[in-house]
Nanobody, 112 residues
Framework: QVQLVESGGGLVQPGGSLRLSCAASASAFSIFTMAWYRQAPGKQRDLVARITSDGSTTYADSVKGRFTISRDNAKNMVYLQMNSLKPEDTAVYYC??????WGQGTQVTVSS
């Protein structure tokens, strides 16, 4: 059974940074596209960033230039470095493997 476990969320002031991590239990992790999604209260879950097996990345327009997705296939890990955080980035952030598996989510709150 595949498990995705996120960590690294928390409370940060506007302009601050956080680094989210996602640990995947799956074998053959390196061949799968991985992604981070987020869901704010009362809103749908939206794609934030995606990274393919060869390291190609795509980002939502709202986070381009501020967020960076990366992966370490040797450790079965995916990361999301978030800089210049804004209050509108407040949401629960989820890791997803495009095979129907979601993590439990980690809360990110940007507030002064």
């Amino acid at each position: 059974q595949v498990q995705l476990v996120e960590s690294g969320g928390g409370l940060v002031q506007p302009g601050g940074s956080l680094r989210l991590s996602c640990a995947a239990s799956a074998s053959a992790f390196s061949i799968f596209t991985m992604a981070w999604y987020r869901q704010a209260p009362g809103k749908q879950r939206d794609l934030v960033a995606r990274i393919t097996s060869d390291g190609s990345t795509t980002y939502a327009d709202s986070v381009k230039g501020r967020f960076t997705i990366s992966r370490d296939n040797a450790k079965n890990m995916v990361y999301l470095q978030m800089n210049s955080l804004k209050p509108e980035d407040t949401a629960v952030y989820y890791c997803y493997d495009f095979r129907g598996h979601w993590g439990q989510g980690t809360q990110v709150t940007v507030s002064s």
